[in-house]
């Protein structure tokens, strides 16, 4: 089983944001485990600053290194060894289905999220894993960025998704886009579900499946061809 920490300044929202559908319940069922630890209960100071001007000018606050390091402390004291732990910034290597099913595979991670102008380089060097971002566009928090992880993540640990085939076709998983798929009715707005589909003959359904997910790949995303 997965446990999920997350160092932030903004606990409830990442709290709020992870407890609903899918994940929600997979938390309700035991089957990962999510903790928010708000840096600012580490501040030692009764203002609860953590941040601070830059050294050398410039603009902007910088998130101070002892609050998270402390912050670090209190999660890992009780793990047997030293955990993967995820610095989320627009610097990192960008996130991906094989890096998620990668990092599935472990016991604790722990997301630090970054606020203001960036962390004091020294906490990161200290404690961080491995740096990774999700796309090349800044956002003023690192909180969205390890929702975005922690659902992609926790959606691989097993158990979380209920029909376990839902996570072996789907878009990626074999490096290609997903087909196109229908549900009822057979006609809507005169748009007929594709004739194979209803023939029952499961072959040539798997073989256009597999032609509509190259197909469409080709279309929407001919980077993942390259290199195939
Ligand atoms: N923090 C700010 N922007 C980010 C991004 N694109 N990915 C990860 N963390 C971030």
Redesign the pocket.
Known sequence: MTNFHILTLFPDMVLNGLNTSVIGRAIKENKISIQATNIRDFAGNKHGHVDDYTYGGGAGMLMQPQPIYDAYQSVTKNMTKPPRVIY???Q?KVFKQSIAKELSQEENLIFLC?HYEGVDERVLELIVTDY????D???T??EL?AMVMIDTIARLCPGVLHNNDSAEDESFSNGLLEYPQYTRPPVFMGKEVPPVLLSGNHQKINEWRKEQSLKRTKERRPDLLDGV
């Open positions: 989320t910034t627009p990192g970054g990774l971002s999700i796309g566009y800044v956002l928090g690192g960025p």
